[in-house]
């Protein structure tokens, strides 16, 4: 049995794993058609052997050990796999919950579960991946492979060995003294967050019920053109989502009476190099946070400029490997006690969460079909979000058509609190006002 260590984002979201905050990714598609469950089951298997991670168990440790290790199976003797019928609405929706509130199991191989839902609109095949395995791109590599393990199609390898290139801290290294002043600066902006606290949500409807709700904006291709034309100077349409989001965020608090000032957004930053970009399931997106000040979200195209000259900086300042950096910092402590680190969080007052996560997959391509249950119509995904923060947005194109999720605590949100956030957001985005703001 071949055995890895755990990587410094490895570690790092095992530890953020907690009952009341389930630590996962979430990556779902629909058919049109039906999906034989013994098919997917099979196809689950043989996608798992095409990827090293997806056989993954956390090995038995010790309190002194220096680092967690891996094991990987040759096979996956079980299959955490569902299937349901959902007839009625809202069906699925409580499903999909039920299984993203809970992370897969570690101590045996395969580190993701997956569900098989039968519904008016055709057929969903809903992922849940433990963080700790791997990131977004890694669920839509695996679901990928089983999409083509499904219809047939043949899945090309990688051009690497995964089980070799898994040292991000490596990967992530500031090479020159630029690069390494430039993080320098960023570390210090995030300790001074003691004096600039990042804004927070107003809550609405919440409760103590552990764990997420789920809520789904789907874009038409005319309004995504819409969306694209909202880009101004050097701005992606990532950055006007970012955009978006922070002035939805200003609106929403202002509507409730609350001044927002700061608002950080935390967001992914794809550490794979080019000849493996979109390959291999693992841990290799780090995070930054894009700072929205307050002077700007008040404004569309004020969050969207800030928006982009908050990106422009992490990619002139290479500083997209900061959270390996300040996380990697301890290792010589004990692998259980740098897993306790997060724990401190709550006595910084929280200072170093961000406001809110985006987290964007982008333009989905190459999508095989799912032989006799037909093409894929949607692409749901989203990342989770620990209190205070509370509120993650993923976001998939595919088709022209964008696909947008709220991952939402019920500590912050209610199922008509997320609703209506979403609405809001639609209406920043494709207001026939907007140029007016």
């Known amino acids: 049995m071949q055995t890895t260590p755990l990587n410094v984002l490895d570690e790092l979201y095992l530890s953020f794993d907690r009952d009341d905050e389930a630590w996962s990714v979430h990556l779902e598609i629909r058919v049109d058609g039906h999906v034989d469950r013994d098919r997917l089951e099979a196809a689950a298997r043989q996608a798992a052997a095409r990827h090293p991670m997806a056989r993954a168990r956390l090995a038995d440790s010790r309190l002194t050990d220096r680092s967690l290790q891996w094991e990987i199976a040759d096979a996956l003797d079980e299959l955490d796999l569902e299937e349901l019928d959902c007839p009625r609405a809202g069906d699925l929706a409580g499903a999909r919950a039920r299984l993203l509130n809970r992370t897969p199991a570690l101590d045996r191989p395969g580190p993701f579960a997956l569900l098989l839902a039968h519904h008016a609109d055709g057929d969903s095949i809903v992922l849940n991946l433990h963080h700790a395995a791997g990131d977004g791109l890694a669920a839509l590599r695996l679901m990928g492979s089983i999409a083509r393990a499904y219809s047939g199609e043949d899945d090309p390898a990688s051009a690497v060995d995964p089980l070799q290139v898994r040292d991000v801290a490596a990967m992530a290294a500031a090479g020159s003294i630029k690069e390494r002043l430039a993080r320098g600066r960023v570390a210090l902006d995030y300790l001074g967050r003691g004096v600039s606290r990042p804004t927070r949500l107003i809550a609405q409807g919440a409760s103590d019920e552990p764990g997420y709700g789920f809520a789904t904006l789907?874009?038409?291709?005319?309004?995504?053109?819409?969306?694209?034309?909202?880009?101004?100077?050097?701005?992606?349409?990532?950055?006007?989502?970012?955009?978006?989001?922070?002035?939805?965020?200003?609106?929403?608090?202002?509507?409730?009476?609350?001044?927002?000032?700061?608002?950080?957004?935390?967001?992914?930053?794809?550490?794979?190099?080019?000849?493996?970009?979109?390959?291999?399931?693992?841990?290799?997106?780090?995070?930054?946070?894009?700072?929205?000040?307050?002077?700007?979200?008040?404004?569309?195209?004020?969050?969207?400029?800030?928006?982009?000259?908050?990106?422009?900086?992490?990619?002139?300042?290479?500083?997209?490997?900061?959270?390996?950096?300040?996380?990697?910092?301890?290792?010589?402590?004990?692998?259980?006690?740098?897993?306790?680190?997060?724990?401190?969080?709550?006595?910084?007052?929280?200072?170093?969460?961000?406001?809110?996560?985006?987290?964007?997959?982008?333009?989905?391509?190459?999508?095989?079909?799912?032989?006799?249950?037909?093409?894929?119509?949607?692409?749901?995904?989203?990342?989770?979000?620990?209190?205070?923060?509370?509120?993650?947005?993923?976001?998939?194109?595919?088709?022209?058509?964008?696909?947008?999720?709220?991952?939402?605590?019920?500590?912050?949100?209610?199922?008509?609190?997320?609703?209506?956030?979403?609405?809001?957001?639609?209406?920043?985005?494709?207001?026939?006002?907007?140029?007016?703001?």
């Open 218 to 437: 789907a874009f038409e291709p005319h309004e995504v053109e819409q969306i694209v034309g909202l880009r101004n100077g050097h701005a992606t349409v990532n950055d006007v989502l970012l955009g978006a989001l922070a002035h939805t965020i200003s609106c929403w608090n202002d509507h409730r009476g609350a001044t927002s000032g700061a608002i950080y957004l935390m967001m992914p930053i794809n550490l794979r190099p080019p000849e493996w970009r979109f390959d291999v399931v693992g841990n290799f997106a780090s995070y930054v946070s894009v700072r929205i000040g307050s002077g700007d979200h008040t404004t569309l195209q004020g969050s969207i400029r800030a928006a982009a000259d908050g990106t422009r900086r992490v990619k002139d300042g290479a500083v997209a490997g900061l959270i390996v950096d300040l996380f990697g910092a301890p290792a010589l402590l004990p692998a259980a006690l740098r897993g306790r680190m997060q724990d401190l969080i709550p006595l910084t007052g929280d200072v170093v969460v961000d406001t809110a996560v985006l987290s964007n997959l982008g333009r989905i391509e190459g999508v095989p079909d799912l032989g006799d249950a037909g093409p894929v119509r949607e692409v749901w995904f989203s990342p989770p979000g620990r209190m205070p923060l509370g509120a993650s947005l993923g976001a998939a194109t595919l088709d022209g058509r964008l696909f947008v999720t709220l991952r939402h605590r019920h500590a912050l949100l209610d199922a008509a609190a997320a609703a209506e956030f979403l609405t809001q957001f639609r209406s920043v985005l494709l207001t026939t006002l907007r140029h007016a703001q």
